[in-house]
Structures are given as C-alpha cells and as structure tokens.
C-alpha cells in the first residue's frame, strides 16, 4: 500500500523505532516528496525526540537509504512473480513484467520515490546494492531469453537491451505519476504506451513475433 496520512504526526507507542521512522518516512515523502522533510521532522512525525532515531540511522540519508531498499525489496518480488520462470512463453511473460512495473510505481508511490528520486547511490549499503541488482536482473533475465529467440549473429547485448526497457518502462511510470491537473492528458493508458513502446523496439532488433500459445 502506499502511505499517506491527512492528520499529521502521531504519538509512538507500539516500542518498535526503526518501523516508526520507516513509516513516518514513507508518510512525508508522499505528501512532500523525497527531499521535502528532515531528519528532525521525520522524528516529529514518529512522535519521538529529536535524538531518537540516531539509534538506528547516522543521518536521513541513510534512512532514506533503508526505505529505498525496502522498496527496491518488494519491487524485485513483484516483478519475480510477474515473470514466474518466463512461462507459459517468454513474450507474454515479458508483458507481464512491464505491467508489474507500472502497478508497483502507480500503487507505492512513496516507495518508488524513494528508490529513483531520493539520490540516494545504490552503493550506501550492501543491503541496497543488492535489492537493486534483484530488481534489474529480472529485466536482464527477460531480456536474455527473447534474445535467444533471434539468430546467434544477430543477438544484441542483453544488458543493452535489458537498460533500454528499464528506462523505456521508467520514463513511463514517471510520465504517469502526477495524479493532479497538471499531468497531461494522453489518449492511451500507461500499460498500452509500454506495450506499443516495447512492441516497436522489440521489432526494430528484428525479434520475431510472438506465437500464440494454446491452453
């Protein structure tokens, strides 16, 4: 789910901090984006002290950094599921994929702002690194088995093309992420640009099209 409250801080009680700053991060970035809070503000918004949260975190990088994980943690599930070992064929698993993408940033907007706006580098903790990486091999994953579909001399890099869908399905999910008047209005749904987008690059490397699978 996605945080977002409408009454402001609340009192600490349940004696679990690390979870409280977490969710209270979550909160202020949805309602004032990724750099639009302090760390002090943060433990306001816990309902603790201003020195509380030194106890887990150096600073409000670095619990930025732990949230940014955590999303990058679930985001990597999300896609694992879509995939789901590539069956029952690798094209239409490959879609699935893509509509996981848009779900995950459309459904945890707090999350996926940590993770791609927040500048926090992927190397501040191994932790992070590793979540990242999770995520992103799923895409290099799809992208290795539709390239075995194409002539051995033929086959483009897959870490290209895994990159290229990456920032394809990125600029996206961004372009979709404004809730408000002041998102442009499209004529097609964000799961229907991705596909047309991926659909025309796909092509234009020369794979074939996909065939029809059978129940």
Do not use: C
């Amino acid at each position: 789910m996605s945080w977002s409250r409408q009454d402001g801080p609340r009192g600490y009680h349940h004696g679990n901090l690390k979870e409280a700053l977490i969710r209270a991060a979550l909160e202020l970035i949805a309602k004032k984006g990724p750099a639009g809070f302090t760390f002090a503000e943060a433990a306001r918004w816990a309902g603790v002290s201003p020195a509380a949260p030194y106890r887990h975190f150096r600073d409000r990088d670095e619990l930025l950094a732990d949230v940014a994980r955590r999303g990058f943690e679930l985001f990597a599930a999300a896609l694992e599921r879509a995939w789901d070992g590539g069956g029952p064929e690798p094209f239409a698993a490959f879609e699935r994929v893509g509509k996981a993408y848009l779900e995950f940033a459309r459904n945890e907007p707090a999350y996926y702002s940590a993770m791609f706006e927040a500048g926090v580098p992927l190397e501040m903790s191994a932790e992070l690194t590793a979540a990242g990486d999770r995520a992103f091999a799923v895409i290099r994953t799809a992208s290795e088995k539709l390239i075995e579909r194409m002539p051995a001399g033929r086959r483009p890099p897959a870490l290209m093309m895994a990159l290229h869908i990456w920032s394809l399905s990125h600029g996206i999910a961004s372009l979709f992420a404004r809730g408000d008047s002041g998102r442009r209005k499209l004529p097609m749904t964000a799961e229907e640009l991705l596909e047309a987008g991926v659909l025309v690059y796909l092509r234009g490397l020369g794979l074939p099209d996909p065939q029809p699978t059978h129940s």
